[in-house]
């Protein structure tokens, strides 16, 4: 199955601050991914926590010098078709903490000027690990899908690159 192809707003997403994971817990997700047929071709699995319009990196990485965060808690998986219907987004849901909503109050403040208009209610975490094309969603092998999702343990902020779909292509160290 390949990845197919949708309509994003990619000048809305060039860049962001993202939560990022250590190499076991990619490589996990990774694998989540393929074996569930998803085809995303390469990602960097991470959740946004604010999508940006400039590659402003020395800015981004000042804002991504964030408190430190436990744990994610990963509580469902969620589709959600894009737009223009050409296919269908399928995320892992994040438990939202008050640590998030305040990370992202701050961020919204911090980079007003290069946010596409965000705010603080339409935040929704999540890690997508892949899309298939609309109608093909019979294809994606949901008993791959553990009972109980994993906790993603140290989660660290990092500013990144985003490429095609808004996927981060780069963390920026």
Same mark, same amino acid.
């Given at each position: 199955?390949?990845?197919?192809?949708?309509?994003?707003?990619?000048?809305?997403?060039?860049? %962001? #601050? %993202?939560? +990022?994971f250590d190499?076991?817990? $990619?490589?996990?997700?990774?694998?989540?991914?393929?074996?569930?047929?998803?085809? @995303? !071709?390469? @990602?960097?699995?991470?959740?946004?926590?604010? $999508?940006?319009?400039?590659?402003?990196?020395?800015?981004?990485?000042?804002?991504?010098?964030?408190?430190?965060?436990?744990?994610?808690?990963?509580?469902?998986?969620?589709?959600?078709?894009?737009?223009a219907g050409?296919?269908?987004? #399928?995320?892992?849901?994040?438990?939202?903490?008050?640590?998030? +909503?305040? +990370?992202?109050?701050?961020?919204?403040?911090?980079?007003?000027?290069?946010?596409?208009?965000?705010?603080?209610? !339409? @935040?929704?975490?999540?890690?997508?690990?892949?899309? #298939?094309?609309? !109608?093909?969603?019979?294809?994606?092998?949901?008993?791959?899908?553990?009972?109980?999702?994993?906790?993603?343990?140290?989660?660290?902020?990092?500013?990144?690159?985003?490429?095609?779909?808004?996927?981060? +292509?780069?963390?920026?160290?």
């Amino acid at each position: 199955m390949r990845a197919a192809d949708t309509a994003y707003p990619v000048e809305k997403h060039v860049a %962001s #601050v %993202s939560l +990022v994971f250590d190499d076991e817990q $990619n490589a996990y997700l990774r694998e989540l991914s393929e074996t569930m047929n998803l085809d @995303f !071709g390469e @990602f960097i699995p991470h959740v946004t926590l604010i $999508n940006v319009t400039e590659r402003d990196m020395p800015r981004l990485k000042a804002a991504a010098a964030l408190p430190s965060l436990d744990k994610l808690v990963l509580d469902g998986v969620n589709f959600l078709p894009d737009e223009a219907g050409n296919c269908v987004w #399928v995320e892992l849901r994040v438990q939202k903490t008050s640590w998030m +909503v305040e +990370v992202r109050r701050k961020l919204l403040e911090m980079l007003d000027d290069i946010h596409p208009g965000l705010d603080i209610d !339409g @935040f929704r975490p999540h890690i997508t690990i892949g899309c #298939v094309e609309a !109608g093909t969603l019979g294809d994606v092998d949901m008993s791959a899908i553990p009972r109980q999702l994993p906790v993603i343990i140290k989660p660290r902020a990092a500013a990144c690159y985003n490429g095609m779909y808004g996927k981060v +292509v780069e963390v920026v160290e």
